[in-house]
Each structure stands twice: as structure tokens, then as C-alpha cells.
């Protein structure tokens, strides 16, 4: 029996619980200091952009594929089990390309994603008036690509799944409860320590004598219910321009984000009023019909953003190989907690 401690449960903190619940030689137990989907998690919009992102090759392509194969069983197999219905909206991603574009960079990629075995679409604009009436294209829009395999889920109720399915295996879940790394890495009831604590994975490293430097960014974001049905109800992909996303989530209501805020001096990040402005601007600029929408909620969030190397964090701590950190994923938590959990599992195991 290999007794295996995760701090923070976040979407990456219990989807390794979860992968990890399915061998019955692995005996895991999850804390953290406050209930499951908080933090980076609850802030997160969900958007699964794999396939029309343009990493190709090497580690960060690889996490991508992983993640988006393995979705696809991962949510009706929560669903099954625990009897949760989780948001899966899959009817892709639409990127909207703006007048300066080069066109010819996603060509490249649409001809390199078809020998990888995945589909992209380059439309023009009377293809996307046709399809989404919704949309107003002025003169700045000049095509749009479809992603068709990239997916949207909702990040609380996936991670709430993934307790539920995790507990029934047999994990055990400390929420309420704050945890000393050091103690628990020293002590003798755990074999393994998996450090999955988003931005709180700086100060836990710290107290074992290694930090891993992971830094806030904020990200503001708005829930907004639209007076009446808005496009194609047939057709409901994320809309997505200038890195800001229109998601629809059934019943005329629509998440719209997110804000990319740093730190100045690495100081507190206070939300700017401002920026979330811009961005409900920008994306009524893109669908008129939301300036009408009541506001049912704004929120922000901090995303953990490792400092001078690359996202995500996944690997053996230095100098002790019994912790593990599985972190920093600045804005792909969502996407990349499958692939993660799997890595975590194959360190785990080997």
C-alpha cells in the first residue's frame, strides 16, 4: 500500500485524486483549507482551447491531446457514477480573426492538425453571419476559424464530480483543514506528497526548504442573462476574439471574460475596474444584443503563473523525491488537470 497526501483541491488537485482513486494500491487522502473548486478554480471560464491553440509539438501539445481524449470518457464516466449532470458544451470553439491577422499561420496549422488526426476550419465571414446571426462583423473581422473537437466545461461542477467519484473509491477529503507540508512530508504516514495548491503551492514549498516561485495574475470575468434567446439555438459554440470569450450556457445566460492583470512591484493585484470594462466592451461590440443583458454576477480570480519558466509545473520536487508539485497552470488548469493527474499517476507508479 502506498499512502499518497494531496494539498489543495482544486480541478488539478482532485482530478489526480480521482485518477489516482482507481488503484486500489494507492491509498490517497486530499486537504485543504477550504472547500473543493475555490480559488483559480471557481474563477475559471472553462474554455478548453486545444486544438486551435498553436502549440504543435513537445510537452505542451502533448498535455493538450491527453486532456481534450481524455474528456470525452472522463465526463459521461463522472456522470455515470455520481449522478451529477456536468455543463459540456461541444460544439467547439469559433475564433473570430481581426483585420491584420496572418491568415496564412492558421492554414499552416489547420494542414498540421489534420495529420495529428484533428480538425480545424477556416471560414469566411458570410459562413459565420450565416451560422451565427448573432454576431455583428464589422469591417475589423476577416474570417473566423471553428475549432469543432475543442470543448467548454463548467470547472466547479466537474470538480465537485470528481470528489464525489474519488470519495466513492475510497479517498479521503480534510476540507476546513490546514495542513503543514514539512509535517506531513517528514511524517511517517504518508509515502508520497503531491503538492497541487495553485498559487498556495509557493508558500508550501517554502516550508520545505524549496520554493517554486508561482505568482498571481488576476482575471475578472461577468455572468450576464440576455432578455431573449440570442443566435442559432442549434449552433453554440464559444465565441472567442482578441482573448476575449463569450460562452453560452443554455437559457440566454453567458459567462463573458477574462481580464489578464500582473502585479506591480509584487505587490496585492486589485481588480481594475477599468479592464473589465474593456472587455464587456469589447464583446458587446461583438454581440450588440449583450449591452441589454442584466449583470447577474461579476467575480475574479487569481491564476498561478510560474515565474521565469513554463506552465504548468509537474515534476519531482529537487532534492526530495517523495513530494511531487503539480501546479502552476496559469490559465489551462481546466484544460490540462486530466493529462496532469495522468502524469502524476505514471511518477506515482513507476
Not at 480541478?11 to 486530499?30: H, R
Not at 494542414?111 to 480545424?120: E, F
Request: charged share 25%.
Amino acid at each position: 500500500m502506498v499512502r499518497v497526501a494531496i494539498i489543495g483541491c482544486g480541478i488539478v488537485g482532485a482530478s489526480i485524486a480521482f485518477e489516482l482513486s482507481q488503484f486500489p494500491e494507492l491509498k490517497v487522502t486530499v486537504f485543504d483549507k477550504q472547500p473543493p473548486a475555490q480559488g483559480s478554480t471557481g474563477a475559471a471560464l472553462g474554455v478548453l482551447m486545444g486544438v486551435i491553440s498553436h502549440k504543435t509539438k513537445g510537452r505542451n501539445w502533448q498535455l493538450r491531446e491527453t486532456s481534450l481524449q481524455r474528456y470525452e470518457t472522463l465526463i459521461p464516466e463522472l456522470e455515470a457514477v455520481t449522478g451529477r449532470k456536468i455543463s459540456f458544451n461541444k460544439q467547439g470553439i469559433l475564433m473570430l480573426c481581426s483585420e491584420g491577422e496572418d491568415l496564412s499561420k492558421w492554414e499552416k496549422l489547420i494542414a498540421t492538425r489534420r495529420s495529428q488526426g484533428w480538425q480545424l476550419e477556416l471560414w469566411d465571414v458570410e459562413r459565420v453571419r450565416e451560422l451565427c446571426p448573432h454576431l455583428s462583423l464589422n469591417d475589423r473581422i476577416i474570417a473566423a476559424i471553428y475549432s469543432p473537437q475543442d470543448r467548454q466545461v463548467d470547472p466547479t461542477a466537474l470538480t465537485l464530480a470528481l470528489v464525489d467519484a474519488a470519495e466513492r473509491n475510497g479517498v479521503i477529503f480534510e476540507f476546513g483543514v490546514r495542513v503543514e507540508a514539512a509535517e506531513i512530508a517528514a511524517s511517517l504516514k504518508f509515502d508520497r506528497l503531491i503538492v497541487a495548491a495553485g498559487l498556495g503551492s509557493a508558500a508550501v514549498t517554502a516550508s520545505l526548504n524549496q520554493l517554486v516561485d508561482i505568482r498571481p495574475v488576476l482575471g475578472q470575468a461577468l455572468h450576464l442573462r440576455s432578455a431573449k434567446p440570442l443566435g442559432n439555438p442549434d449552433f453554440r459554440p464559444v465565441i472567442t476574439c482578441d482573448d476575449v470569450h463569450i460562452v453560452p450556457l443554455g437559457d440566454r445566460e453567458f459567462w463573458v471574460g477574462a481580464t489578464v492583470e500582473f502585479s506591480e512591484n509584487d505587490g496585492e493585484i486589485q481588480a481594475n475596474a477599468d479592464m473589465l470594462g474593456q472587455v464587456m466592451a469589447r464583446a458587446r461590440s461583438l454581440c450588440p444584443a449583450l449591452a441589454e443583458a442584466e449583470i447577474i454576477r461579476k467575480w475574479s480570480g487569481l491564476r498561478p503563473r510560474p515565474e521565469g519558466r513554463p506552465a504548468p509545473i509537474i515534476e519531482t520536487l529537487p532534492g526530495n523525491d517523495r513530494v511531487l508539485i503539480a501546479s502552476g497552470h496559469y490559465r489551462n488548469g481546466v484544460l490540462l488537470a486530466p493529462a496532469t493527474a495522468r502524469s502524476i499517476r505514471e511518477m506515482i507508479l513507476q
